[in-house]
């Protein structure tokens, strides 16, 4: 299945407050990164596309987070951080629920996290 | 071709009460010792960096502190790739000629001069700040991940992992200078606390307090003989989220360039210096440098082959894993133990006769690469 792709210049990012996990496409190399950047990493082109991803993937690495690194995350630990091949082409690291291992389909959904909104992702239908 | 003229190094450990200066002095003072030099002799100056005196010019800091006035002075920020990096500068700053004798110094009281959420808050930033650091990663969330998968890849258990921590604290119980040297086996590194998964504690090296230093000259002038033969760098991302692969990191590209440099083949070498800040760093470093088959280097050294009557000694002073870490300082030990087994002054510890010497570090997560071959003439 074809992941839906929106162009979006203003799609904003979980980094930002928003609910969305967003990537960038440069049109003239058709290279596809994660960190934002105002231009093309690979060929240096300045206008790259911003776009909102499917929150689709497949789980690449997991590590259980015991020992969290201050007092205010201490009571979340243990926590699953995950690294994700998206389907649009990209890899990131987010949260997992605990169960899932390398390999499992996985769908994102936001939470509130040490006071920011990151993307945790689960099995789809979880 | 440059040469390695002195080498000194403090015990690790706690230092309660002592700087980074006080620490860094200590060092210095031992290597200058070992090269028979004196402080005006010293005309070039290579500093890393200290998380607990974080400033803009360290080198003349010390320089000024120490009573130094070198014709040649910076610093240097690579990581866990420092000590390296700042070895092979002074290598390349020698056969330049811009300066004769290049002090390389780094000391830091990590362990006792901040809490312990400081010092891992600190060494998180080298994740992103935006990407990664908010999701609570730690630098053991990082190479956890990183475990995950090249034990997913190349059927690495976590039994293979703690053979490389059990080998090098049995290597540090013979070094009096080592922070950890009680002895463990493969079930205690398995019953250890968990840290980030797969990894535990006793897969995760110690921070501690602790200096290093050597001086690297133009010329032989101390009769230890050690010469640097070749140096190359690899530098393929920062953050683990922006690694092409997980499984070739550049310590294998890095290591080929130092060993072409050097007209060496990886056959020659008989003493291996790689940096072993988690049991699954030592693992993939030597696999992917091609120092033991992938997926196969805890076997090797369960079976003997990296011991210091092995075939391949490595890290005999108990490296970062079990002689300490203090930051830049922590991979200066491995090339101040290679120095001592390339003289034959291991003591207790010498392993054989070892003649051509390889080194590895690397800073961030398995982001900076710096390989050198050090011989011995």
New interface residues.
């Given amino acids: 299945m074809q992941p839906e792709m929106t162009a979006d210049q203003r799609a904003g990012s979980w ?1 930002d407050g928003d609910r969305a996990i967003v990537y960038q496409r440069c049109g003239v190399c058709e290279n596809i ?3 934002h950047r105002a231009f093309c990493p690979n060929c240096g082109d300045g206008d790259p596309g911003t776009f909102t991803a499917s929150g689709n993937g497949c789980v ?12 205010a ?1 201490r009571r ?4 699953l ?3 994700v091949d998206a389907d649009e082409g990209f ?5 997992g629920d605990p169960s899932l291992a ?1 390999g499992d389909r996985v769908r994102a959904r936001f939470i509130e ?2 006071g ?1 909104i ?1 993307p945790r992702f689960g099995k789809p239908d979880g | 071709m440059s040469w390695i003229s002195g080498v000194g190094l403090t015990p690790f450990g706690k230092h309660a009460g002592r700087s980074a200066l006080d620490l860094m002095s200590e060092a210095a003072s031992a290597a200058l010792e070992d090269a028979g030099l004196e402080r005006n002799d010293i005309d070039g100056l290579i500093c890393g960096y200290a998380t607990t005196m974080p400033h803009l010019m360290l080198s003349t800091v010390f320089a000024e502190h120490f009573g130094l006035r070198p014709r040649y002075a910076h610093a240097i920020q690579l990581g866990g790739a420092t000590g390296f990096a700042m070895a092979m500068a002074a290598h390349l700053v020698a056969e330049s000629r811009a300066a004769r004798h290049i002090l390389v110094v780094a000391g830091e009281n990590r362990l006792t001069g901040q809490s312990r ?1 400081n010092a ?2 600190t060494l ?1 930033q080298v994740g ?1 700040p ?3 650091v ?5 630098i ?2 990082y190479y ?6 090249y034990m ?1 890849e190349h059927g690495v258990s976590e039994r293979d992992l703690a053979q490389l921590a059990v080998l090098m604290r049995a290597h540090a119980q013979t070094h009096p200078g080592a922070q950890f040297r009680s002895p463990i086996d493969v079930d205690a590194v398995l019953a250890s ?7 535990k504690l006793l897969d995760c090296c110690p921070v501690s307090d602790g200096g290093a230093a050597f001086v690297i000259s133009r010329e032989s002038v101390s009769g230890h003989g050690v010469r640097i033969r070749g140096a190359a760098q690899a530098h393929k991302h920062q ?4 690694a092409p692969s ?1 499984t070739e990191f550049g310590a294998g590209m890095s290591c080929a360039d130092a060993l072409h440099s050097a007209n060496v083949r990886l056959e020659d070498i008989d003493y291996a210096a790689i940096y072993d800040s988690f049991t699954i760093t030592l693992t993939i470093l030597l696999e992917e440098i091609g120092l033991a088959p992938r997926g196969q280097a805890g076997a090797l050294a369960a079976a003997g082959h990296f011991s210091s009557s092995g075939k391949l000694p490595l890290n005999t002073h108990g490296g970062l894993l079990s002689y300490g870490h203090c930051g830049v300082g922590g991979a200066m030990a491995h090339l101040v133990e290679a120095h001592l087994q390339l003289t034959r002054r291991g003591g207790d510890r010498q392993a054989g006769a070892p003649s051509m010497a390889l080194l590895h570090g690397d800073g961030g997560v398995l982001s900076s690469h710096v390989s050198m071959v050090l011989e011995a003439v």
């Fill in positions: 980094v990164w994660y960190f690449y690495a997991t590590s259980m987070v015991h020992r969290a690194p201050s007092d995350l979340h630990a243990p926590y951080i995950v690294m890899r990131l690291m987010a949260h390398i996290f040490g920011k990151i | 959420d891992i808050q998180a992103h935006d990407y990664e908010p999701l609570g990663a730690t053991p969330a956890g991940l990183v475990a995950s998968r997913h606390r968990p840290i980030a998964s797969p990894l953050h683990v989220s922006a997980l």
